[in-house]
């Protein structure tokens, strides 16, 4: 198979985010992260500046070449920064169009290999959500076997991954994706299950209120997250 990465793009990735290095901070921000990637010490604000620089310069011709480059820098990454920046590219405007179903697969491998919040809350609400919200009739049946997967972190996502969703919200899916992890106990499950329904209570209070009475096995610390606006 021919190799469509476009070496320029993530040659000048990688050579921008060492240009913003601090060794200074790259200690904390791994020992925060608790991650056993290094980080170049680049703040968030800076490597979307980045980002945004280096995306408009470099513009890719071909989905395939998009996605070439998205997974070079996600399975390459030797700082965690670039798997943000991956994450960044994937999300990037100019490539609005290319954002179907075809997808899921890629994103699947960022979030069982990421297997950490930061990647995958991106992922799930800013990257799922809004395929589930275009592509219902493929996405939802996804978004199920996920909310029984044996894997944490596609649990995780099908439960927030309509975190951005308001009224378009898919209240059987949200109810299916809780009640099939209700029981467990993985902080990441229960703070997920807090988050999504604390964010739907901004639109649906109402809603909000009723599935928490009417589920008493919720765990108290979904119960507390879910309720915290209300």
């Not at 513009?59 to 070439?68: F, G, K, Y």
Request: with cysteine; net charge positive.
């Amino acid at each position: 198979m021919t190799d469509t990465r476009p070496t320029t793009l993530l040659t000048a990735v990688r050579a921008g985010l060492a240009e913003l290095a601090d060794p200074r901070k790259a200690p904390d921000m791994q020992r925060y992260m608790k991650s056993a990637m290094p980080f170049r010490g680049v703040s968030s604000p800076d490597r979307r500046v980045l980002g945004k620089r280096l995306f408009e310069e470099y513009p890719l011709s071909s989905v395939d070449e998009w996605r070439a480059s998205i997974l070079s820098l996600w399975r390459d990454a030797e700082y965690r920064e670039e798997r943000y920046l991956a994450i960044d590219l994937a999300g990037h405007r100019r490539y609005a169009a290319w954002q179907t179903p075809d997808l899921v697969p890629m994103y699947d491998e960022m979030i069982v290999t990421g297997a950490w919040w930061d990647f995958v809350d991106e992922l799930a609400s800013r990257r799922i959500g809004p395929l589930l919200r275009a592509h219902r009739e493929v996405l939802t049946p996804v978004m199920r076997r996920w909310a029984t997967d044996a894997d944490l972190w596609r649990r995780r996502t099908s439960i927030i991954c309509q975190l951005q969703s308001k009224e378009d919200t898919d209240t059987g899916l949200l109810t299916y994706s809780i009640e099939a992890n209700m029981g467990d106990r993985d902080f990441f499950i229960r703070k997920g299950i807090g988050w999504a329904l604390r964010q739907f209570a901004r639109t649906e209070p109402a809603w909000v209120r009723a599935f928490v009475d009417a589920h008493p096995r919720l765990s108290p610390l979904s119960r507390r997250e879910a309720m915290k606006h209300l």
